[in-house]
Each structure stands twice: as C-alpha cells, then as structure tokens.
C-alpha cells in the first residue's frame, strides 16, 4: 500500500484535506494524525474490522485496548453508557485536552476496540487538526499512538512514517505535536475515580477537581519500592539497553561521565540522553569519546521546565536511537507536574533499570 502525505497547517488545516482523510476513515481506512499529545493512527471506532487492521499494523496485542476520540463532550453517549459525576466534571474541566475518562461501555463499540472490557476509554482532544477530522468524520475514532508496538510514540509525521510506511492509507503532517507525551488517563468506573496512567494533564491539575482521586494502575506500579529491574513491560523502547538515573543534577552529571568513561572502556558505544543543563556540563569532560563517536549527549528540555522535556522526550530518543549506540544512560528531570509523565516513560523505555544517585 502506498501511504499518502498530506501536509496540514495546525492552526488552521484545510477543509480539503481534513475532507480527504474523514473519507478515509468512513471507508475502513486508516490515517495518522497530530493531536496536542502526540500522533494518533486514526480507524472507525465501530468498525471492527478497521479496528483490527490498525492493530496489525501496529502489531499491537489484542489484549492493550484503544482509547476513542471524540468531536465534543456531546458525542460521549454514543460510546459511553453511563457518565458519573466526577467524570463529567473532569471532562467539564478538561476537555478539550490531553486527558482519557474509562467508562462503562456501549454495547455499539466493538470488542476489539476494548479488548474484551466492558469499559471505554474516551476523550476529546484540542488539537485543530484532530477535532475537525473527528468532525467531518462524524464517527467516534479509535486512536492509538502512531508507533509500532512497544516503540516511542511519533511526535512528528517523519517519526510516523519511519515505522508505518506502507501500512496505512495517509499521513496529516501537521508539525510538532506540542504537548509531546500522551494523555493522562483516569478510571471513573470506581470512585474514587483512579490514576492510570501519567499523562499531558498533572496529577496536581486533576486533584483540584477531585481531592479524593486515587493513584493507581502503572503509577502505582512503576512508584512501588519492590520494583526489580526488568520488571516493566518493554514500552517506548529505544534498540539500546537504557538505565535511568535519578538524583541531585551535580551527582547524576558526576555518575553518568564515570558510567560513560567504563561503557568506552568496555567497548561499547554510549547514548547520553539528559536534560540541557547535564549536556552542557557533560560536554567537556566526554569531548575525547564525543569526537571519536563512541559517546552521543542528547538534550531534551530542561530541569526547571517538566514542559520542554515532555516536548522533546520522543523525538530526542528517537534521534539518539538512530545515532547506533548499544548503550543509552538516561538522566531524569525529576517528577513534577508534566515530570511525572516523562519519569513513567523513561523508566518503560528502560523497563525498569533505575539507579538513584
Ligand atoms: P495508547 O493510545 O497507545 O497511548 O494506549 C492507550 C492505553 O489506554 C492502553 O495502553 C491502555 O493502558 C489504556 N486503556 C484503553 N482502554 C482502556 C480501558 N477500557 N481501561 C483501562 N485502560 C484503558
Ligand atoms: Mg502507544
């Protein structure tokens, strides 16, 4: 299959092309789009067998269910059965944006969509691009990143097409995605409502609206003291073995120029992926391996700013991937507010292997 590119301004996307990729979906295609998070690999939501293409593309397992987007609040009731109130007063406060209710389910939507729950994620996101092709499109549509299983999710069309090229029908180039991690994701089936998953919206934004929210699902998990290495699920993965390192910035700049200097020694080629301020400090004192190849510094935002890190994470790993290394020592940003997403998905992408400094 040929995968077309169609260029989409963000603010204001053309009629045309948004007419061209709802057409698409409407008949069972399937189309990557940008969204505030992160690119989206867009099928008919209640098409089943659209749904089940896009998981083959992905070679995503049936058993990971797909979040559902959504035009506006108003379409909730054609996927969702039920509203709770803290449901709708976090999608009052939120949407349109970077958070995912899960609810009780319709019947309409189809198994594969959910794999096999009797609960739908849903949410409406605020990029233009994405809410007028969920317009036109007049369909609810089921949206995984745009990446294949277990990969870093796509922040950019080029990231979209390095994996899935000639597997899907189209591509809406609309830039950057700004946010750059994906959605916050919030079970309000039970209450109080529980934390899944660390995303675009802050926990701390969340608790203002509901005091009582829990945290739970992978936050939990990832948080728990027992965590042995190896543990977490491969997921945002680079090729490299990744270790994640946390602690005061002086110390971690400190372990990760040892922890380079023996890798070299050893023979291996070294991926640094840190944030500005590391990379600037590093600089000097890996200039020798730098200039012979064997260590790559990667930035992704700042320390100070969660925001600029969550931005640049994807595309930054993405880009330090591909310069080969075998070896990837990751330096965190800490966990506050859009931190505490970066930290879940650096410490997927190392799956687990965490040394605090
Ligand atoms: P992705 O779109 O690739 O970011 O992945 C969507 C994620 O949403 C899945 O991996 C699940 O963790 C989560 N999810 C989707 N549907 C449900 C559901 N019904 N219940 C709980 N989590 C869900
Ligand atoms: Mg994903």
């Not at 092309?17 to 409407?26: G, H, K, M, P, S």
């Not at 349109?96 to 309409?108: E, F, I, N, Q």
């Not at 005061?248 to 990760?256: E, I």
Request: hydrophobic fraction near 50%.
């Amino acid at each position: 299959m040929k995968t077309r590119v169609v260029m989409v301004d963000a603010e204001r996307p053309d009629p045309q092309a948004i007419a061209e990729a709802a057409a698409v979906i409407r008949a069972g295609g399937l189309v990557a789009f940008p969204t505030e998070t992160v690119y989206g690999l867009g099928a008919h939501a209640l098409d089943a067998a659209a749904v089940g293409r896009l998981f083959e593309v992905k070679e995503r397992p049936a058993t990971d269910p797909l979040i559902v987007h959504l035009a506006h609040i108003g379409q909730l009731g054609q996927v969702a059965a039920e509203v709770p109130p803290a449901a709708r007063a976090l999608a009052l406060a939120f949407w349109a944006g970077p958070l995912t209710l899960v609810l009780p389910k319709k019947p309409v939507v189809p198994d594969v969509v959910t794999a096999g729950r009797p609960t739908v994620a849903v949410r409406v996101p605020s990029h233009r691009v994405a809410r007028a092709l969920m317009e036109t499109c007049g369909a609810p549509v089921a949206a995984p990143s745009a990446n294949r299983f277990s990969r870093p999710s796509s922040t950019r069309a080029g990231h979209v097409l390095s994996e899935l090229d000639g597997r899907i029908d189209l591509v809406l180039d609309g830039g950057l995605t700004p946010i750059g991690v994906e959605s916050t994701i919030v079970d309000c089936t039970v209450s109080p409502p529980v934390l899944l998953r660390p995303g675009g919206v802050t926990r701390e934004a969340l608790l203002a609206h509901i005091p009582d929210l829990v945290v739970g699902g992978r936050m939990a998990r990832a948080d728990s003291p027992q965590r042995a290495p190896g543990q977490l699920a491969r997921h945002y993965a680079p090729a490299a073995r990744m270790t994640l390192f946390e602690g005061a910035p002086a110390a971690v700049q400190a372990r990760l120029a040892t922890e380079a200097r023996t890798l070299v020694a050893q023979g291996h080629r070294v991926g640094i992926l840190a944030p500005a301020e590391d990379v600037l400090a590093l600089a000097p004192e890996l200039a020798a391996h730098a200039a012979s190849g064997r260590v790559r510094l990667q930035a992704y935002g700042r320390r100070a700013t969660p925001g600029t890190a969550a931005a640049a994470l994807f595309d930054a790993l993405r880009a330090l991937d591909e310069e080969g290394p075998d070896v990837m020592l990751a330096a965190g940003i800490g966990a506050e507010g859009l931190g505490a997403a970066v930290r879940d998905r650096l410490l997927r992408a190392a799956e687990g292997r965490i040394v605090n400094v």
